[in-house]
């Protein structure tokens, strides 16, 4: 028996703005904060709001969305990389090491970062999967073995130079771009790992038995997940993108050795922003790169009301819990 | 007769043989290596003087007593990463209101183990009543006390009296005070897990929420304790600190990474990172683990950045050689 119900035309009209709004509520969050911060930074510095102000910003912003979403990965797989922050000063500072102002061997150093970055990923990978140490400790020694290890190559100080070719990636531009005029040589770097991480990650076989190990890596292996190579995968993944937001941290900031430091915490907090699900099962690759934009216009709107850089962090801290305790009271809704 | 009391005669054994946890033997083998090696390639003083033995200990001391509060909210399947935090606030706080009088050591140590106290507080209503994921929750709070401090305070503020710092040099008899703390806190810490209902319940919370739940427990009232606990043990550890540096400053904390040391010294005392298992008597050799191995490597003269280093590889391998024999999978 089937009926057929004729709204009359009033109630149609509540009924799509029902549709409507069950539309809005399935925005994730970071969207609308997002642009609320960025009204709020457009207001207080104009120059924000332009075409050139946007692509600063997210030239600026481009390693720290490109870390958090590698994070991702391993977050969705139901661990954390905690390794990140000081492969970005290894990075770093191995390449001026090897480079040493010759611009011949800017290829050379970035290959030997990305075979280091691949073989840290490994190791993380096998220690995690086969030696079965939990990620929060077996990334924790990492960040202490290449924090030190940096140390040690380099006798505590950086030495040698970013030749300039190096540097073009994380702060040249490309000029003569139609409509742009020049246009900031990391957005495409950001924009191209992001699409790749993307189709990895939503398009692909991996991606989803990446969330099903981290929704249930019990259920994934009986299903047929090799459970312990997507986690490797996921870790050489998140150390792969590492390197590259660490040869635009050093491209765009010069060699230090603090360059990295607090960048893992940084990353993480950005993939939770973006509604990531610490110890996995749930994320989006577009909706933790808008997280770690939200989290660097934040900090630009901190800086432009005048609040002194300790204070800022205080502020961060109140937007990560604030941002946790919001999802976790929609997702509790949903059940 | 029934099964209920093979149960607890199982139980029972079971207790017996937690008594003496796995890393103690992890313990002796790395005292063992580290006295050879100083034999061999240095002057072999860790045998012949007492006071290297000693430096272990008091170099254990602060660390050790922060690791006892980390192993009750590890023990309850949470985590703490603001201790190191607490720890800054607590020194400057204390040496603050001491301001070098020593009428004011009682009112300073009551005001800094309140705020330690209002601190896990907040950490544990987060966690249960908001539902934060333990990680972020107090990553944020740590996040928070940081910038408080750091826009604050930008150098060594005030100073705490002669006799408070008693308790960082003092001894009685042969013993240095600070030992009686660190051993009264662990065996404070040992007796309320083994022979209190909160610390059954604590265990039984920290193996599943759901089930303690259901078998009526108050779960949340259980977590909150255990962070108040935590950051009591981070005041604590604060004040041992305070009263051996003399004064107080905000990166006192951070510069000894008492949080991820703590976690790590926990873990390697094998209590769980999932919760439900553990103990503060793993959490000490654990504590004195690292001890040593900082002694011997500096016996042997290693290199500052090399010794960080070791000891990544160490803290890797020395989880890694119990949880590699665990059926269930990491992550």
Redesign the interface.
């Known amino acids: 028996m089937s009926t057929i119900v004729n709204n009359p035309p009033a109630e149609q009209g509540t009924r799509q703005l029902k549709l409507f709004w069950n539309w809005i509520k399935k925005i994730p969050p970071v969207y609308p904060i997002f642009l609320a911060v960025a009204i709020g930074v457009s207001q207080l510095n104009p120059n924000f709001a332009s075409t050139a102000g946007i692509l600063a910003f997210l030239r600026r912003s481009s390693p720290l969305a490109i870390l958090a979403m590698g994070q991702l990965f391993v977050l969705a797989?139901?661990?954390?990389d905690l390794s990140q922050g000081s492969l970005v000063t290894l990075t770093i500072i191995g390449s001026s090491l090897i480079i040493y102002n010759n611009d011949e061997y800017t290829y050379i150093s970035i290959l030997i970062m990305m075979g280091m970055g691949i073989l840290v990923g490994l190791v993380n990978g096998f220690?995690?999967?086969?030696?079965?140490?939990?990620?929060?400790?077996?990334t924790?020694?990492?960040?202490?073995?290449?924090?030190?290890?940096g140390?040690?190559w380099t006798g505590?100080a950086p030495k040698g130079y970013l030749s300039e070719n190096y540097r073009y990636f994380g702060r040249g531009y490309i000029e003569n771009v139609p409509y742009f005029g020049r246009f900031p040589m990391a957005v495409i770097i950001f924009i191209a790992v992001g699409l790749i991480l993307m189709i990895i990650f939503h398009k692909t076989n991996l991606g989803k038995q990446i969330l099903a190990i981290?929704d249930n890596?019990?259920a994934a292996?009986l299903s047929g997940v090799k459970?312990k190579q997507v986690r490797m995968i996921a870790f050489v993944i998140s150390a792969i993108a590492t390197v590259i937001a660490g040869i635009m941290i050093g491209g765009y900031g010069g060699t230090s050795m603090e360059a990295g430091e607090g960048l893992e915490?940084q990353s993480?907090?950005a993939a939770?922003i973006g509604g990531a699900l610490?110890?996995?099962g749930k994320g989006s690759v577009p909706n933790v790169a808008f997280g770690a934009l939200t989290l660097d216009a934040i900090v630009s709107l901190l800086n432009l009301l005048g609040l002194?850089?300790?204070?800022?962090?205080?502020?961060?801290?109140?937007i990560?819990?604030g941002a946790?305790?919001y999802a976790?009271?929609t997702s509790?809704k949903r059940e | 007769m029934t099964t209920e009391s093979i149960a607890t005669k199982q139980i029972k054994k079971e207790k017996l043989t937690q008594r003496i946890p796995q890393v103690y033997y992890f313990l002796v083998i790395i005292t063992v290596l580290g006295i050879t090696l100083d034999q061999i390639f240095a002057n072999g003083n860790i045998l012949s003087s007492p006071t290297i033995l000693l430096n272990i200990l008091i170099r254990s001391v602060a660390l050790g007593i922060v690791a006892v509060g980390q192993t009750f909210v590890m023990i309850g399947a949470s985590i703490d990463l603001s201790v190191a935090y607490t720890i800054s606030l607590t020194s400057v706080m204390t040496s603050l209101i001491m301001q070098g009088d020593p009428s004011r050591v009682p009112m300073a140590i009551g005001i800094v183990l309140l705020i330690g106290a209002f601190v896990g507080l907040i950490n544990g209503l987060l966690i249960t009543k908001l539902n934060v994921n333990a990680f972020i929750a107090t990553l944020g709070t740590g996040l928070v006390i940081k910038g408080f401090l750091n826009g604050t305070f930008t150098n060594w503020s005030g100073s705490v009296p002669r006799s408070f710092q008693a308790l960082g040099y003092d001894k009685l008899g042969p013993i240095p005070l600070s030992l009686f703390l660190l051993a009264g806190v662990v065996l404070i810490g040992w007796v309320i897990l083994s022979w209190t209902k909160f610390g059954a319940h604590l265990y039984a919370v920290g193996g599943s929420v759901q089930i303690g739940r259901l078998s009526g427990l108050r779960t949340d009232r259980v977590i909150i304790i255990a962070h108040v606990i935590c950051s009591i043990t981070a005041v604590l550890s604060g004040l041992f600190i305070v009263s051996r540096l003399g004064s107080g400053a905000p990166w006192v904390g951070p510069d000894g990474v008492y949080d991820l040391e703590s976690i790590a010294t926990t873990v390697i005392g094998g209590t769980a990172l999932s919760g439900g298992r553990g103990g503060v008597l793993g959490t000490l050799a654990g504590v004195l683990i690292f001890g040593v191995i900082d002694t011997v490597f500096n016996q042997l003269g290693i290199d500052t950045f090399l010794k960080t280093v070791l000891r990544g590889a160490i803290i890797i391998l020395a989880v890694a050689s119990y949880s590699i024999r665990s059926k269930r999978e990491a992550a």
């Open positions: 797989s139901g661990g954390f220690v995690v999967s086969y030696l079965k140490v939990p990620s929060l400790i077996a924790l020694g990492m960040l202490l073995l290449l924090k030190g290890g140390l040690f505590g981290g890596p019990q292996r459970v915490m993480v907090s939770v610490l110890l996995g002194p850089k300790p204070y800022r962090d205080a502020v961060q801290g109140l990560i819990i946790v305790a976790a009271i509790r």
